[in-house]
């Protein structure tokens, strides 16, 4: 097989050599426009995992590569003076210029011929070969001259970064926040070789620009960097290589290959330098696309099947790198955290290190983590804290909301059960609550609860409109009061538009096929093109809703309930109002956000004014709305802080659901980040919600600041008793109610 690689950098050296090594009847020529000894930025890190992935695709590299590597444990965050160090990461740099002449080396032993100096201009002359692989870096130009085939996008982020190298040591990864009168500056730094470190900085535009950079040239900004970090270079010098400053681009492709072309490496996709794994990626796929070709006769076959094998894996760290360089764009917003949950929030960022990884990684800054965050609930919830050394997971510590004591962050979030009958609660609720309540959870909520008649989702849900109704959730709350050390919140609602609709299993927001009554909202928009249109509330109706709310707030009281959430979002009632997508309206109650907020601000005014002081509030909340024209992050802050100065307690941070026809992003924790923001931006606090399922994944979440309590919806459907078996695998004790005293010395067996 004739092969042409256009580009000699890891992706295409690697693969031109593995592809050689494999089968030494093929023709293989990578074109490089560089000369061998050049090359654009200092060192690259791998971690441990990935340098064993790669031995087992040629050991001989890896073992070249081991010996020129300079290799550490520890990162460490230097941050308002302060310097936390966490150990046993595992990773190696090396010099760039070392591994691209590794490399070479192998493609000589292996029979390529790599040409210097040969700068491709058109890949089209080339297309005479079986195979053209595309390796020519992020700046393709073999992916543009065929872009209507791979589809690429670009994105280039909005930070500013500069790659330079140092003399100076480092004997850990390590970062450097640092503010001067311009804002803050982001170092990465790392050792590659001795004498050799890479020093990266990074800055919003607009400390960028303040600083006047946008004129420096590659001396002007080494001058800038070097009078910046003197203390942190500790006298030794900054070294430029091509250093001028960037936008990082993430590159994506819809396709990666094209009849016989095929994209490798940062051609095909690009992951954050903050991630570290590029040249991974890189050489990664150049193994994926051997072993292809290795498999399918045809190269059409193999192109398919090297991407169908590389995507999943690609996508998923792009997605942790996405994560990852948002944190940097956004770490001004993490000024404000103490030194050691900064130093959390940073390790954890990507979520691909969780709470449990770093537990097996350094123990030690885990237990130091537990004990400041356990320390500080206690100090809050004025609860005596526990010894340092015995403080529980951050799941385990109390939280406390007015004079209501949590003793734990787990939360039942609430679930519709379409299993009432005239709104009334019956044994199926009390089974479904209670079983969640002895299952361990600090606060279980009850599902949304309608506070008239013709506000219920379906004829099934449960209501707070009469005295009976009171009585049945009194029973409840009575259960969960005396069984279990849970409390009981209540989440009061009105469907709005998506009233008289089907139970979520037999037709989710779709009409009643008889017996429709008829629906409100914000403005006469249907929620399907065939749902009933609702009638636009008018003032009075307005009025006779904060009337039903209060009613309702006052037989939530009757029925015992600690703690009251109120429900705008996912398009009811109240959300209807808040999202520009469902109120078109053109009195006081429409236009700007203000003004779409004063009705569910009313309801909330009123009800907060008849439940008790003593007892907290919570809202939940659409953050965003999926939806090109409505709600968007930023807004969400501003809803939160309408809120908060009309004084709720806590947001429930949801999303969506405003619109039939809305673009979810959906993936692991995929809510947080907005439930994050508003914590940090407006100082309220706030529950995740969202695809949490893992003990692991609430305990990082808590203790990097990111929510106060987490709330899991289908986890505990499936697992009524998962804070118990949280419990169970984090070693923590929590105690069982007196029938179920003897599993205290039963340990069960799943497998
Ligand atoms: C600031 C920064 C820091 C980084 N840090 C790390 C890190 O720590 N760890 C890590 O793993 N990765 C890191 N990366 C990413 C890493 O550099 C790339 O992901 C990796 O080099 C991709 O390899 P590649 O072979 O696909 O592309 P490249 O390394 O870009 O190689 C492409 C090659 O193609 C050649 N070429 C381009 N056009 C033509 C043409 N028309 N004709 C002939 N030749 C051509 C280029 O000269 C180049 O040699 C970092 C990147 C940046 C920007
Ligand atoms: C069966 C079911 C019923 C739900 N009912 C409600 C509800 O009554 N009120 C509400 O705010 N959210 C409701 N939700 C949404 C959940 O509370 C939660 O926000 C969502 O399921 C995401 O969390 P998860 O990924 O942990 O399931 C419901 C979800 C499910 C699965």
Same mark, same amino acid.
């Given at each position: ?6 580009? =000699? ?58 010996? @020129? ?11 308002? *003076? ?5 150990? =046993? ?75 330079? *190298? ?11 926040? /640092?503010?001067?009168?311009? =804002? ?11 004498? $050799? ?14 600083? *006047? ?53 940062? !051609? ?25 070709? $290795? ?104 939280? /406390? ?32 609550? $209670? ?6 959870? $600090? ?55 998506? !009233? ?12 009643? !096929? ?91 005014? !009123? ?108 986890? @505990? ?35």
């Amino acid at each position: 097989m004739k092969v042409v690689c256009l580009g =000699g950098g890891p992706a295409g050296l690697f693969f031109a050599a593995l592809l050689k090594q494999a089968d030494a009847r093929h023709d293989v020529t990578v074109l490089e426009r560089n000369r061998p000894d050049d090359t654009f930025g200092f060192g690259v890190v791998f971690s441990d995992a990935t340098e064993e992935a790669l031995a087992k695709a040629d050991p001989r590299i890896t073992e070249a590569m081991a010996k @020129h590597a300079h290799r550490w444990d520890d990162i460490e965050i230097n941050y308002r *003076g302060e310097q936390w160090v966490s150990t =046993g990461h595992g990773f190696s740099g090396l010099s760039r210029r070392t591994l691209l002449g590794l490399l070479h080396e192998r493609c000589q032993a292996a029979g390529v011929r790599v040409c210097f100096n040969h700068d491709v201009q058109d890949p089209e002359a080339h297309r005479d070969a079986d195979l053209v692989v595309a390796a020519d870096g992020a700046n393709s130009r073999v992916r543009e001259r065929y872009r209507e085939a791979f589809r690429p996008s670009l994105d280039e982020r909005p930070n500013r970064f500069v790659w330079l *190298g140092t003399t100076r040591p480092f004997p850990a990864f390590t970062f450097y926040f /640092k503010s001067d009168a311009h =804002g803050l500056w982001r170092v990465h730094a790392y050792q590659y070789e001795p004498g $050799g470190s890479t020093f990266i900085v990074e800055a919003t535009e607009e400390t960028w620009r303040s600083a *006047g950079l946008e004129r420096a040239d590659e001396a002007a900004t080494i001058t800038f960097c070097e009078s910046l970090f003197a203390e942190e270079l500790a006298g030794h010098r900054l070294v430029g290589n091509r250093s001028i400053w960037r936008r990082f681009p993430t590159v994506t492709n819809a396709r990666w290959h094209h009849k016989n072309v095929v994209l490798l490496g940062d !051609a095909a996709h690009t992951a954050h330098f903050s991630v570290g794994s590029g040249t991974k990626l890189a050489m990664e796929d150049a193994i994926a696309l051997v072993a292809a070709l $290795g498999e399918h006769a045809k190269v059409p076959e193999a192109l398919a099947a090297y991407e169908t094998v590389r995507r999943p894996a690609v996508e998923s760290l792009q997605r942790a790198a996405q994560v990852s360089l948002q944190w940097f764009e956004d770490t001004e917003r993490y000024m404000t955290l103490e030194p050691i949950q900064f130093a959390f929030t940073l390790l954890t960022r990507s979520l691909r290190v969780t709470h449990e990884n770093l537990k097996l990684r350094d123990p030690a800054f885990t237990a130091r983590v537990d004990g400041w965050f356990a320390e500080r609930a206690c100090q809050a919830a004025g609860v005596p804290a526990p010894p340092a050394a015995a403080a529980p997971p951050p799941m385990f510590t109390p939280f /406390k909301l007015r004079e209501l004591v949590l003793a734990n962050r787990v939360v039942v979030s609430p679930m519709c059960q379409y299993s009432a009958e005239d709104g009334m609660p019956n044994d199926w609720h009390l089974v479904h609550l $209670g079983t969640r309540a002895i299952g361990g959870a $600090g606060l279980v909520v009850a599902e949304m609860t309608d506070v008239s008649a013709e506000a219920r989702i379906s004829p099934w849900c449960t209501g707070l409109w009469k005295p009976e109704q009171a009585e049945a959730w009194r029973r409840i709350v009575d259960f969960v009061h005396t069984n279990s050390a849970a409390r009981i919140a209540m989440q009061l609602g009105h469907a709005g538009r998506k !009233a008289s609709t089907q139970r979520m299993w037999e037709g989710d927001n779709q009409p009643l !096929a008889e017996g429709n009554w008829p629906v409100v909202s914000a403005s006469p928009l249907p929620y399907f093109p065939h749902s009933p249109v609702p009638r636009e509330l008018s003032a009075a109706e307005m009025r006779t809703v904060v009337a039903d709310y209060v009613r309702a707030a006052r037989l939530a009281q009757e029925a015992g309930f600690d703690f009251l959430e109120l429900h705008m979002a996912h398009g009811y009632l109240l959300a209807s109002f808040i999202s520009p997508l469902t109120n078109r309206r053109s009195d006081g109650y429409g236009g700007p956000l203000e003004q779409r907020m004063r009705f569910p601000l009313e309801v909330f005014d !009123a009800v907060r004014a008849t439940w008790p002081a003593a007892k907290p509030m919570s809202v939940r909340i659409s953050a965003v709305d999926w939806k090109a024209g409505g709600h968007g992050p930023d807004d969400a802050v501003q809803v939160a802080r309408l809120l908060h100065a009309h004084g709720c307690d806590i947001v429930d941070v949801s999303a969506g659901q405003t619109v039939e026809d809305q673009q979810p992003v959906y993936g692991r924790l995929f809510q947080t980040p907005f439930a994050e923001r508003i914590r940090q931006e407006v100082g309220i606090a706030t529950m995740a919600v969202g695809n949490i399922s893992s003990y692991a994944d609430v305990n990082t979440i808590l203790a990097a600041g990111r929510a106060d309590l987490c709330l899991l919806a289908r986890a @505990h459907l499936w697992d009524p008793y998962w804070t118990r078996h949280a419990a169970f695998e984090l070693g923590y004790k929590l105690p069982w109610p007196g029938p179920y005293a003897t599993l205290d010395r039963y340990r069960p067996r799943f497998i």
